[in-house]
């Protein structure tokens, strides 16, 4: 298979329509319908079902779709950090969601600087759930990521805290009087319901709360009794007069971590690691 006949299987099975994926190619829809059927002799199956009623994903279509953008993400990878090496500068890009982990964070960037030779850290402050995407398409090289609430399927990594759970509330609402919380108590409170955050896919469970994109839109949420969160107690570290942080009893412990590739082999990522370790 080649990956330009990947980027365009990849596109058409976004868009379900041929016309639509032809266009954000900037190709004709001709040379893009005889790719993929090029794909589909090449492998053997079909990938798509096209009848009247439009264009679906087969099971088959369904299961390269998933591998394709793992291999795409992987060339890019593989590009970027080819460049970065070619640069001859000893830096490293760490991603970490914004607000979060900045007393851990500080700790580590200062007890690396303090090392010989150390690499200059790059701090790239993302969304929720993107750190595992920008280490797996190269954009990082490491990344600041929570267990259980993110995937580590293929990376490496280093615990750095573990802590409790807690439910961040709106500070006049009845249930910030408690001294401890269960999932119970929060999760089906008529006028205050449970924040979403996405999935391991980037998706979003289904529910009443809001979809969260970003800390200071949890933050104001909660603050105008919107909704209300669960998330690591360092959480406590951002919030407002108008939050209170109740422990959850019953909740897994969160473990913050240090990631990087599995197949990594880049001394300037194992120097850090080695601080990460020693903190």
């Given at each position: 298979m080649e990956t330009r006949e990947l980027r365009y299987f990849v596109t058409v099975a976004e868009e379900l329509h041929f016309s639509r994926a032809a266009e954000r190619l900037g190709i004709a829809q001709p040379p893009l319908s005889r790719a993929i059927q090029q794909l589909e002799r090449r492998i053997g199956v079909a990938l798509f079902e096209r009848n009247r009623r439009g264009v679906a994903l087969t099971d088959a279509g369904q299961v390269l779709l998933a591998e394709a953008r793992v291999i795409l993400d992987a060339v890019a990878a593989a590009a970027r950090r080819t460049l970065r090496a070619a640069s001859c500068t000893n830096r490293l890009t760490l991603a970490t969601?914004?607000?979060?982990?900045?007393?851990?964070?500080?700790?580590?960037?200062d007890a690396h600087a303090a090392e010989p030779g150390a690499a200059e850290i790059e701090v790239l402050l993302c969304g929720m759930g993107e750190q595992a995407p920008?280490?797996?398409?190269?954009?990082?090289?490491?990344?600041?990521?929570?267990?259980?609430?993110?995937?580590?399927?293929?990376?490496?990594?280093?615990?750095?805290?573990?802590?409790?759970?807690?439910?961040?509330?709106?500070?006049?609402?009845?249930?910030?009087?408690?001294?401890?919380?269960?999932?119970?108590?929060?999760?089906?409170?008529?006028?205050?319901?449970?924040?979403?955050?996405?999935?391991?896919?980037?998706?979003?469970?289904?529910?009443?709360?809001?979809?969260?994109?970003?800390?200071?839109?949890?933050?104001?949420?909660?603050?105008?009794?919107?909704?209300?969160?669960?998330?690591?107690?360092?959480?406590?570290?951002?919030?407002?007069?108008a939050h209170v942080a109740v422990p959850l009893t019953g909740a897994p412990p969160v473990t913050t971590v240090l990631a990087w590739p599995a197949h990594s082999r880049s001394p300037a990522i194992a120097r850090l690691v080695r601080t990460a370790a020693q903190l």
């Amino acid at each position: 298979m080649e990956t330009r006949e990947l980027r365009y299987f990849v596109t058409v099975a976004e868009e379900l329509h041929f016309s639509r994926a032809a266009e954000r190619l900037g190709i004709a829809q001709p040379p893009l319908s005889r790719a993929i059927q090029q794909l589909e002799r090449r492998i053997g199956v079909a990938l798509f079902e096209r009848n009247r009623r439009g264009v679906a994903l087969t099971d088959a279509g369904q299961v390269l779709l998933a591998e394709a953008r793992v291999i795409l993400d992987a060339v890019a990878a593989a590009a970027r950090r080819t460049l970065r090496a070619a640069s001859c500068t000893n830096r490293l890009t760490l991603a970490t969601k914004a607000g979060a982990n900045h007393d851990l964070l500080r700790k580590l960037l200062d007890a690396h600087a303090a090392e010989p030779g150390a690499a200059e850290i790059e701090v790239l402050l993302c969304g929720m759930g993107e750190q595992a995407p920008m280490l797996r398409d190269g954009r990082a090289d490491v990344a600041l990521m929570q267990r259980p609430f993110h995937s580590m399927a293929g990376f490496d990594t280093e615990d750095l805290r573990t802590e409790e759970q807690v439910a961040i509330l709106p500070a006049g609402h009845p249930l910030a009087a408690r001294t401890s919380l269960t999932m119970a108590d929060i999760s089906d409170v008529a006028d205050l319901p449970l924040a979403r955050w996405p999935c391991l896919d980037g998706a979003y469970p289904p529910g009443p709360g809001p979809e969260i994109h970003d800390q200071s839109q949890l933050a104001q949420l909660i603050a105008l009794g919107r909704t209300v969160a669960v998330t690591s107690a360092s959480a406590r570290s951002w919030l407002w007069s108008a939050h209170v942080a109740v422990p959850l009893t019953g909740a897994p412990p969160v473990t913050t971590v240090l990631a990087w590739p599995a197949h990594s082999r880049s001394p300037a990522i194992a120097r850090l690691v080695r601080t990460a370790a020693q903190l």
